[in-house]
Every structure is written in structure tokens, then in C-alpha cells.
């Protein structure tokens, strides 16, 4: 059963820093990717950032480019998501989900395009004003 553990979640002040951590279990990390996604109140969830098991390439959405920085310890089947100069419309709980799909061992660049079907419960960021 693949088991996604996201934390490291909390309060922040702007411009302040958070790492997230995702741990997984019940699959075989190397041969899937690892997505992180956000959730603000009344918004649709959408697609941070991603790394491939593969080759290292990572994916950011514009709105994190600069600022967010995703790693992988694939001996600690856990990836990280280090956020450095929060905002407040980066308040949001945010979520890492797994996905077998070929095309993101290739390249983390198919991250807007993959379907994640495997969730874990969210982690709550909030970056006060």
C-alpha cells in the first residue's frame, strides 16, 4: 500500500523558511516520482513542484521558481521541499501525492501533464503579513 507522509508545515513570518518532508513507504520509490501541490482556501488545488527518481530533473511552477528548491534521499525514501522567501499567498496546505507514470522518469518536465493517483494527508503552511 503506498503511504505518503507529508510535514514540517506551520507558521511563518514573510520572508521566512519552511522544509517540507514527504515520507514514503508501501512501493518502490526509485521507479516512482514524487509531486508536491498546494491548496489555498476557496482555490483549486495546483502543481508546485516535482523530481524525477530518474535522472534529477525537477519541475517549479512559475510562482515558486527562485524561491522553492525540491530534493529527493532516495536512501530515506523521502523528498524534501525547502521554501525560502515565503509570501502569504503561499499560505496554503499543501499535499505530496506519487505516481508511477513513465513519462516523469524520463523527465520531470511531464509534471503538468501527470495524473498523481497516490496522496497523502496535507501539511499546513501559513505565512503571516
Known amino acids: 500500500e503506498v503511504q505518503l507522509q507529508a510535514s514540517g508545515g506551520g507558521l511563518v513570518q514573510t520572508g521566512g523558511s519552511l522544509r517540507l518532508s514527504c515520507a514514503a513507504s508501501?512501493?518502490?520509490?526509485?521507479?516512482?516520482?514524487i509531486g508536491w501541490f498546494c491548496q489555498a482556501p476557496g482555490k483549486e488545488r495546483e502543481g508546485v513542484s516535482c523530481?524525477?527518481?530518474?535522472?534529477?530533473?525537477?519541475y517549479y511552477a512559475d510562482f515558486v521558481k527562485g524561491r522553492f528548491t525540491i530534493s529527493s534521499d532516495n536512501a530515506k525514501n523521502t523528498v524534501y521541499l525547502q521554501m525560502n522567501s515565503l509570501k502569504p499567498e503561499d499560505t496554503a496546505v499543501y499535499y505530496c501525492?506519487?505516481?508511477?507514470?513513465?513519462?516523469?522518469?524520463?523527465?520531470?518536465?511531464?509534471?503538468?501533464?501527470?495524473?498523481?493517483?497516490?496522496w497523502g494527508q496535507g501539511t499546513q503552511v501559513t505565512v503571516s503579513s
Open positions: 523530481i524525477s527518481n530518474n535522472d534529477g530533473s525537477t
Open positions: 508501501g512501493f518502490s520509490f526509485d521507479d516512482y516520482a
Open positions: 501525492a506519487a505516481t508511477p507514470d513513465y513519462r516523469l522518469w524520463y523527465s520531470a518536465s511531464y509534471f503538468p501533464y501527470v495524473d498523481f493517483g497516490n
